[in-house]
Nanobody, 122 residues
């Protein structure tokens, strides 16, 4: 059983930065990717960034150039460094693990954390 726990969210003004963390416990299959998703109120959950053991990193267009996904394999922690945050980046941020396969489909990610809230004001 794998458990994921996100932290690092908060409230800040536009242009600021945050680093989210996702601590994983339990066994994560070596071939599984780890990803960050976000969900704003009234909107669908959307993929933000994924780190796959075979294909490396992939970012949503909205995250390119501003967000960086990384992983500390020793501590089993996934990070999301977010710079130049904007109000449209607000939402609940979730980490997840599963099979990437090039699709952001939530069905491919089998384990999810509870999320951490990010609120960006203008």
């Amino acid at each position: 059983q794998v458990y994921l726990a996100e932290s690092g969210g908060g409230s800040l003004q536009a242009g600021g930065s945050l680093r989210l963390s996702c601590e994983a416990s339990g066994h994560i299959y070596r071939e599984y990717a780890m990803a960050w998703f976000r969900q704003a109120p009234g909107k669908e959950r959307e993929g933000v960034a994924v780190l796959d053991p075979d294909t490396g990193t992939t970012y949503a267009d909205s995250a390119k150039g501003r967000f960086t996904i990384s992983r500390n394999n020793t501590k089993n922690i996934l990070y999301l460094q977010m710079n130049n945050l904007q109000p449209e980046d607000s939402g609940m941020y979730f980490c997840a693990t599963g099979i990437w396969g090039g699709s952001w489909s939530r069905q491919h990610f089998t384990t999810w954390g509870q999320g951490t809230q990010v609120t960006v004001s203008s």
